[in-house]
C-alpha cells in the first residue's frame, strides 16, 4: 500500500470524529491550535522520561492534526490562513517534540544525541521549506519518502518502545538518527526536482 493510500484510509476513519467536532461547532484553526497544546503536554512527558505516557499523548495530538482538515472539508471553510497556520505549527509541533527528546532523560542518557537531534530537526525543516519554496515559485514538490506523516510515526514509535523493550531509549536514538538521514535524503530530492523542474523558467 503506498503511503497516499495509506493517508487516506487514516483520514476516512477519522470522519466520525470530524462530523462530532463540527457539530459541537470546533473550527479548523481551533483544532489546530488544541493540537499543538496537546503536543507541548506530551512533550512535557518525554522531558521527564515519561515515554509510553508521551507517547499515547502524541498520538492523540496527531489526530487533532489530521482532523482540522478535515473539519475544513466539511465545513467548506479552506482558506490559506488556516493552511498556513497549520503548516507553521507543525513545525513547531516538530521543534518541541525534538527539544524534548535532547534536553530530557534521553539527551543525558546518550552524547550522540548533541549531533543526532540537530540533524534530525534541520532536516525535517528542510523537507517542508524546499516543498514551501517550490509551490511558492509554482512548482509542485511532494517527492520523497520523509513526510510529515512517516517522521511522526518514527519518532512515536521511538518515544512509545524505548518504554516497553530491553534496549531502552537506544531505540529513540536509532528512530531519530533514521529521521536525520531520512530526510536530508528527501531534502536532496526535492532540491533536484525543483531545481529540474525551474531550469530555464524566467521568475517573472
Not at 17 to 43: D, E, H, M, Q
Not at 84 to 112: P, Q, Y
Not at 165 to 171: A, F, I, M, Q
Request: glycine residues 12%; proline residues 3%; charged residues 15%.
Amino acid at each position: 500500500m503506498n503511503p497516499e493510500r495509506a493517508r487516506a484510509i487514516f483520514k476516512s476513519l477519522l470522519n466520525p470524529a470530524v462530523k462530532l467536532l463540527v457539530r459541537l461547532g470546533v473550527t479548523p484553526a481551533a483544532a489546530t491550535v488544541a493540537g499543538l497544546f496537546i503536543t507541548l503536554l506530551a512533550s512535557w512527558f518525554v522531558f521527564a522520561g515519561s515515554y509510553l505516557v508521551g507517547a499515547v499523548i502524541l498520538i492523540f495530538g496527531s489526530i487533532f492534526d489530521a482532523i482540522d482538515g478535515g473539519i475544513a472539508r466539511m465545513t467548506n471553510s479552506s482558506s490559506k490562513g488556516g493552511a498556513a497556520l497549520d503548516s507553521i505549527l507543525d513545525r513547531v509541533g516538530e521543534i518541541v517534540i525534538f527539544t524534548a527528546v535532547l534536553a530530557g532523560k534521553a539527551g543525558s542518557e546518550h552524547d550522540s544525541l548533541l549531533y543526532i537531534i540537530p540533524l534530525a530537526m534541520g532536516g525535517s525543516l528542510m523537507v517542508s521549506y524546499v516543498r514551501a519554496r517550490a509551490e511558492g515559485l509554482g512548482i509542485e514538490c511532494k517527492v520523497g519518502l520523509f513526510t510529515r506523516t512517516e517522521r511522526l510515526v518514527l519518532v512515536i514509535s521511538g518515544i512509545f518502545f524505548s518504554s516497553l523493550l530491553p534496549w531502552g531509549t537506544d531505540v529513540l536514538v536509532w528512530s531519530c538518527a533514521v529521521i536525520a538521514v531520512g530526510s536530508w535524503v528527501t531534502t536532496l530530492q526535492r532540491l533536484l526536482k525543483v531545481t529540474g523542474d525551474g531550469k530555464g523558467i524566467p521568475l517573472n
